[in-house]
């Protein structure tokens, strides 16, 4: 709950930013504006260091309710791949997917699969044709979701450019699921939602019973903070450290650049320019962490309404960008 000063504070808080391209940001743009003008959002939480200065739910099911968090998964799976990394499951980043999984490779997979490394899964740098957006129907309705993801076209060579595909990230997650003998379902459980303190419920599977890897999660918003908390903290949630702090440290560095957003991309997180490290899920969900700043941010939005880099997630980013970040000054 925030107390009157904390309303005042975040009232008060100014747009800041050096350009405001996107309709709200055109105008004096408040936390309070954006909670009774922005349609789709459902919660936002800001916490700055200890202290939780926003813990709003004007839309949505609440902050203690299950929200899908669409492709913010992506950003999980990168994290159990760092669990896997440190418990030896994984020999390294660089290990080549025919080592790690190679059960998983199907035998008429495409030219080049036999290069992919698990850092070019896990940033998006797989070079095969995306399954998202317009060809994720054919993808989910697909009899081998790993199998139609690593026989798609070549279309750029492993490691280059960042091509945003959710059967990228599910080959990752089945992969390190072969790696520990984990479940997506139970590695997320376990290394996540029980140190934590947060529950990670059932989602969908494919048809070799692989959870879905980038997609499909469903947590609760204050859940959705811990995790912007704990990576805010390098890794740490309290007294224990949850992912090793240099695999966070890795996950935050650019190693690609979204086609649509331009922002950098690291292991399962985009890096933006104000300092920002976030997960982003269709709809305007968003898991971010500011380290210089302190501060740790968590925001739901309806999950059935689109959220473009020009639209609805420009309008959240001028927010993060503007009034958020004045919280910490």
Known sequence: MMNRRSFTRLALAGLAVPFAPFSLAQRDLTIERALTSFGQLHSIQVQLGDRTLAA???RGPGLDELAYIKSCSKSLVGLLLGTCIARGEINSVHSRLVDVAPSIVPSDATDRVGELTMQDLVTLQAGLESTSGQRYGAWVNSSNWVADALTRP???????RMIYSTGTTHVLGAAITEASGLSLLKLTR???GEPLGFRVPPWVRDPQGYYLGGNGMALTPRAML???VMMRDQGRYGDEQIIPEDWVKASI???GESPYSGMGYGYGWFITDSGYVLARGYGGQVIAAHPQRNLAVAITSDPERPARSAGYFGDLMALLNGPVLALAD
């Not at 070549?154 to 280059?160: C, F, L, N, T, Y």
């Open 190 to 192: 376990q290394r996540l």
């Open 154 to 160: 070549m279309v750029a060579d492993p490691g280059g």
């Open 253 to 255: 560095v650019p190693r």
């Open 226 to 228: 811990s995790l912007a």
């Open 56 to 58: 709003q739910a004007p």
